[in-house]
């Protein structure tokens, strides 16, 4: 796995818009996440759904 932190899924090495629009995506389906490590990184609660709640420890993580 990278060294990327959870949230991160564009590898950028920073949680920004950029990770919640891919995120949101995965989660209504436009865009479903294909690579196993985006998956991983994208539960960022590790419950093992990808849903609003990471999203919003996302947002949680931007913003603090």
Do not use: P, R, W
Not at 29 to 45: F, P, S, T
């Amino acid at each position: 796995l990278s060294d990327s932190d959870y949230g991160d899924v564009n590898f950028t090495q920073t949680l920004n818009v950029s990770d919640i629009i891919i995120i949101i995506e995965h989660i209504t389906a436009l865009n479903l996440l294909n690579n196993e490590h985006q998956i991983i990184l994208a539960d960022i609660n590790q419950d093992t759904l990808i849903n609003v709640s990471d999203i919003i420890s996302i947002i949680d993580q931007i913003l603090n």
